[in-house]
């Protein structure tokens, strides 16, 4: 996977390296809230106004001014969250099921036998629900298969032997009746 854009952020950092930690102090380090304000102060005070050799000369300041008008921003009905959401193909396995980084989930089971687009926050809780997506439309929702529970459900399974329309037919009647056996009541059948 190429990354774009990869120099211009290694170029900031090496010019917060060079011009802004060098200059930092105990006290401009003795919290998060001040590195915050230092860089604030640094971004707005000096970076924006220092020419840039990638921007023709102009200062970040003066390239904003020229281009602002083609900036688009988003509808406010627009979930930004789900902009930013990792993808993930699997195929659904015969027991509606789908594995994502070593967590196994449970798809809608009309999905069996078809590969899906899994959507998710990496960063999110392994318990919160996938969104499945098939042929580009949502499918649904996947959620982490509980094992101990779903030992417990009951399920049709197919039967291992023919089964008959009609009722089991009654065994044949046996030669040996053991109700009609003659009992030993004799003081002979104790004694052995």
Request: with cysteine; charged share 25%; net charge positive.
């Amino acid at each position: 996977m190429k990354a774009f854009g990869k120099g211009k952020i290694e170029r900031w950092f090496k010019t917060v390296r060079a011009q802004l930690l060098t200059r930092l102090t105990g006290e401009d380090t003795a919290s998060l809230a001040a590195i915050n304000r230092r860089l604030a102060a640094w971004i707005e005070g000096e970076y924006h106004h220092t020419p840039h050799r990638g921007l023709a000369g102009l200062t970040p300041l003066e390239q904003w001014a020229q281009s602002a008008e083609g900036v688009r921003f988003p509808e406010p009905t627009l979930d930004l969250d789900d902009l930013f959401l990792f993808e993930a193909k699997r195929k659904v396995q015969k027991d509606r099921t789908v594995s994502l980084n070593g967590v196994v989930y449970e798809v809608d089971a009309a999905l069996v036998g078809e590969t899906v687009l899994l959507r998710f926050d990496p960063a999110a809780p392994v318990e919160r629900p996938l969104l499945v997506c098939h042929q580009g439309r949502p499918s649904g929702l996947a959620r982490v298969v509980q094992t101990y529970a779903n030992c417990f459900v009951k399920r049709e399974r197919p039967a291992r032997t023919l089964a008959t329309d009609g009722p089991a037919p009654q065994p044949p009647a046996s030669a040996l009746r053991l109700r009609e056996l003659p009992t030993d009541t004799s003081d002979e059948g104790e004694a052995r």
